[in-house]
C-alpha cells in the first residue's frame, strides 16, 4: 500500500485551506471600516484623472495595514481602469535600485546588457509613465527597512508627481509610527498628506475575524468556538496580532488531521502553539541580512544602549538605527528610554528577555 495511504488522517476539517494562508484576499475587511474610507477618500481623484493624496500606514504587525491596501486597490481597479497597482516588499527590495527595478518591470521598461545606473533607470521609468494611460499606485510594504541610507528613493517618486508632473499615488506601510520622523522634511511634508493609524485589535474584533476565517475555512461543526476563542486570545495577548490567531487557527486544524480528528480541540491548538513560534523565527530568520543577524548576536550577550551599539558595529550611525527599527518592528528586539545624569538614552534587548 502507498506510503501517504497509510498515513493517519484524512477525516478533512478543512473546508477551504486557503482562507489561512497570509496571502489570502478576503471579499470584505472587517473592524477596519474608518481606515478603509480614508483610503477610499484619498483614492477616489484617480478615477477622475486627479493626483489622489499620498498616504503612509502604520501600526503594529498583524493589523490589517496590507491587507486593506489590497481590497481598496482591488476595488480601485473595479472603479476605474486606469489604476495599476505595484506592490514592493521593502525588506526583500531593500536598495533605491532595486525598488525603481521593480516599479519599471510593471512598464516593461527595457534594460541594456550594459546595465544601466540608477539615475538613467530613474529617466527611463519616467518616460515610460509619462507615456502611459494608467495611473500608478506604488505601495511600499514595509517601508522601513529603505530608511537610512536608501531612503533617497521615497524622493525619487515623490519627485514623478511634483518635478516631473505626473499623475501617480504612494502608499507607505510601516509598522513603526515614527518612520516619518526618521524621513528628511522634504520627504516627510509630502508623505504627511495622509497618515492612517491601524490599531491593535481587541480581544473582541479577533474573535469576530478568526470566527468569519473558521466558518468559511472549515467544515460545518469541525471548529468549536472555544477554539476560536483560544487562539483570538493567544493572538491578543501577541500584540493584536491578528494574522498570528489565524495561523494558530490552521495549525490546530492541520494537527487535528493528523491525528485522524474530525474536528479541532482545545489540546489541538496548544500542541500548535509551539509550531507556530518555530515557524515564525523561521520565516523572520529568512528576512534579515548579514548586519540584523550582526545586531541580533550583539543583543544575545546582553542589553546594550544605543552608543554602545553603534561603537560595537561601526559603519553608518543612520545605517544601525535603521536596523535597530526593523529588528524592533519584527518584535525581535525591544527597547526602552533611561533617563540618567548623562542624559536620556534608548536601551536594546532581545524581546521577552
Known amino acids: 500500500m502507498n506510503i501517504f495511504g497509510k498515513a493517519e488522517g484524512g477525516h478533512g476539517v478543512f473546508r477551504n485551506e486557503d482562507v489561512f494562508r497570509p496571502e489570502f484576499q478576503p471579499e470584505h475587511v472587517l473592524e477596519r471600516d474608518a481606515e478603509t474610507k480614508e483610503m477610499v477618500h484619498s483614492l477616489k481623484p484617480v478615477g477622475e484623472r486627479r493626483r489622489p493624496t499620498n498616504m503612509v500606514l502604520y501600526g503594529p504587525p498583524g493589523t490589517g495595514k496590507t491587507c486593506c491596501t489590497r481590497f481598496v486597490l482591488g476595488e480601485l481597479q473595479e472603479y476605474t481602469r486606469r489604476a495599476l497597482p505595484i506592490y514592493v516588499n521593502c525588506w526583500r527590495h531593500s536598495s533605491r535600485f532595486a525598488i525603481l527595478s521593480k516599479i519599471a518591470e ?13 539615475e538613467e533607470l530613474m529617466a527611463r521609468l519616467v518616460e515610460f509613465v509619462r507615456k502611459s494611460e494608467m495611473v500608478p499606485i506604488i505601495v511600499l510594504d514595509e517601508a522601513d527597512a529603505v530608511v537610512g541610507e536608501e531612503e533617497k528613493v521615497f524622493y525619487d517618486l515623490l519627485r514623478m508627481g511634483e518635478t516631473d508632473g505626473l499623475t501617480f499615488g504612494l502608499i507607505a506601510i510601516t509598522n513603526r509610527e515614527d518612520l516619518l520622523a526618521k524621513l528628511d522634511r522634504r520627504i516627510r511634508s509630502s508623505l504627511m498628506q495622509g497618515s492612517i493609524e491601524f490599531r491593535r485589535y481587541s480581544p473582541a474584533q479577533l474573535r469576530k475575524i478568526l470566527q468569519e476565517r473558521a466558518k468559511v475555512g472549515f467544515v460545518p461543526g469541525a471548529c468549536s468556538e ?14 493584536g496580532d491578528a494574522r498570528l490567531g489565524i495561523t494558530l487557527l490552521w495549525l490546530a486544524g492541520r494537527e487535528a488531521e493528523k491525528a485522524g480528528k474530525g474536528s479541532v480541540g482545545i489540546k489541538d491548538v496548544e500542541a500548535a502553539k509551539g509550531k507556530i513560534a518555530a515557524q515564525l523565527g523561521e520565516r523572520r530568520s529568512e528576512l534579515l541580512d548579514e548586519r540584523d543577524k550582526a545586531v541580533m548576536e550583539l543583543l544575545r550577550k546582553g542589553e546594550k544602549r544605543s552608543g554602545e551599539i553603534y561603537e560595537a558595529l561601526g559603519g553608518n550611525e543612520r545605517t544601525v538605527r535603521m536596523h535597530l527599527g526593523k529588528l524592533e518592528s519584527m518584535r525581535l528586539i525591544e527597547s526602552e528610554y533611561l533617563n540618567s545624569k548623562a542624559g536620556r538614552s534608548r536601551v536594546f534587548r532581545i524581546a521577552g528577555e
Open 226 to 239: 472555544d477554539v476560536v476563542g483560544t487562539c483570538a486570545g493567544f493572538a491578543a495577548k501577541n500584540g
Open 106 to 118: 510593471k512598464f516593461d521598461v527595457v534594460m541594456p546588457r550594459r546595465g544601466i545606473g540608477t
